[in-house]
């Protein structure tokens, strides 16, 4: 090997080295900027899984309300039920006392008498 061809195999391993270097330079740029975004993601993730542990206790708390409702809405029903019994029974009685206290005033509450004749 001549010293020309030994020269010219040097530069080409400083040139490929160089070229080496440099690409190793961005693959560590890119693992930073990776790394920031991850980072970033995780963040977010935490962030995310915070609030659905919030929206879960939401969730069960507005179930659990709803049901007290349900429940207070069905005795509600059932005292509404009993009320409107109470008050159909109260207009019948209303309505037996109306006439007789009309046939009262009617007939001033006797038996008219026969006159004889």
């Given at each position: 090997?001549?010293?020309?061809e030994?020269?010219?195999?040097?530069?080409?391993i400083l040139?490929?080295q160089?070229?080496?270097a440099a690409q190793?330079?961005?693959?560590?740029?890119?693992?930073v900027?990776?790394?920031?975004?991850?980072e970033?993601q995780?963040r977010?993730?935490v962030?995310?899984?915070?609030?659905?542990?919030?929206?879960?206790?939401i969730?069960?708390?507005?179930?659990a309300?709803a049901?007290?409702?349900?429940?207070?809405?069905?005795?509600?029903?059932?005292?509404?039920?009993t009320l409107e019994?109470?008050?159909t029974t109260?207009v019948?009685?209303?309505d037996?006392?109306?006439?007789?206290?009309?046939k009262?005033?009617?007939g001033?509450g006797r038996?008219?008498k026969?006159?004889?004749?």
């Open positions: 090997m001549t010293e020309e030994r020269d010219k195999t040097v530069q080409f040139e490929q160089a070229a080496f190793m330079q961005k693959i560590a740029e890119a693992q900027r990776h790394d920031e975004i991850f970033k995780d977010l993730l962030r995310q899984n915070d609030a659905i542990v919030g929206l879960t206790g969730v069960g708390r507005l179930a309300s049901e007290e409702h349900e429940k207070r809405l069905a005795g509600t029903e059932e005292r509404l039920a019994t109470n008050l109260l019948e009685r209303v037996t006392f109306i006439v007789v206290v009309e009262h005033i009617a001033n038996k008219k026969r006159r004889k004749a």
